[in-house]
């Protein structure tokens, strides 16, 4: 959660009610915010592809205000793939979209995937790199009537607490008990077994 000037911006995970809402806000959004990164028909197929609801397959995830929906974003369920983060028009460049892409990669760590993938539009491109995200290509998406949408892949990798078997074996007491031990027989041994050897080395001459 975060503080949209004083206003709270909580997050949630949709419920089938949000339903409709969800597709009158990415209409909106798309209509109001794509306009200025692609042509009429470029952005008419991009509507008509978002006029449904949303897919099963999603971890969808709502920004609300007051009680009232500003944005939303998509987390693929089985796959490490954002599929949407769509802001209302009236609420853009407050942190709504930060505060969404910051919980997607709570839950997409905590599910311990290690890196993010997103086809993002050419308006969402800046927003993604500014939170982290780098760009792999450009990628054109085939809509309706093989109208061709820009897009560009991009990634972030994402923090992951390392347990390699080298740093966990440093902190294991046990393993450093028995280096310990270990130490100490050859300590003893060696001159003891030197000795040794000396002694009867004399002895037999
Ligand atoms: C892209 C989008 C999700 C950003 O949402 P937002 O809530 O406005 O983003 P934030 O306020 O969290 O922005 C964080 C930073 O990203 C960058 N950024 C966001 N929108 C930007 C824009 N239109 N142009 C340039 N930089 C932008 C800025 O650096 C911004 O920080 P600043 O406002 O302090 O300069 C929103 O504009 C949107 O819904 N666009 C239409 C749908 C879309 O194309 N979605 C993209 C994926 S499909």
């Known amino acids: 959660m975060e503080q949209e000037n004083n206003h709270k911006i909580s997050i949630r995970s949709a419920r089938p009610a949000d339903s409709d809402a969800i597709v009158q806000l990415q209409l909106l959004s798309i209509e109001t915010l794509c306009a200025q990164d692609y042509n009429k028909e470029q952005l008419q197929a991009f509507l008509k592809s978002k006029s449904c609801p949303r897919y099963w397959d999603e971890k969808i995830f709502i920004a609300e205000i007051d009680q009232t929906i500003v944005g939303f974003a998509a987390l693929q369920k089985y796959s490490h793939v954002i599929t949407a983060m769509f802001v209302h028009p009236l609420h853009i460049r407050k942190k709504v979209g930060t505060t969404l892409l910051l919980h997607v990669e709570q839950v997409a760590m905590k599910k311990r995937t290690k890196k993010l993938l997103v086809y993002s539009s050419l308006t969402g491109k800046n927003f993604y790199a500014r939170n982290g995200f780098t760009t792999i290509c450009e990628y054109n998406i085939l809509l309706e009537n093989m109208v061709v949408f820009p897009s560009i892949k991009m990634s972030k990798q994402l923090l992951t607490k390392k347990t ?16 310990s031990i270990l130490q100490l027989l050859l300590r003893v041994s060696i001159p003891s077994i030197t000795m040794l050897l000396v002694y009867f080395f004399i002895k037999i001459r």
């Open 164 to 179: 390699t078997k080298s740093s966990s074996k440093v902190f294991d007491p046990q393993s450093i008990q028995q280096k």
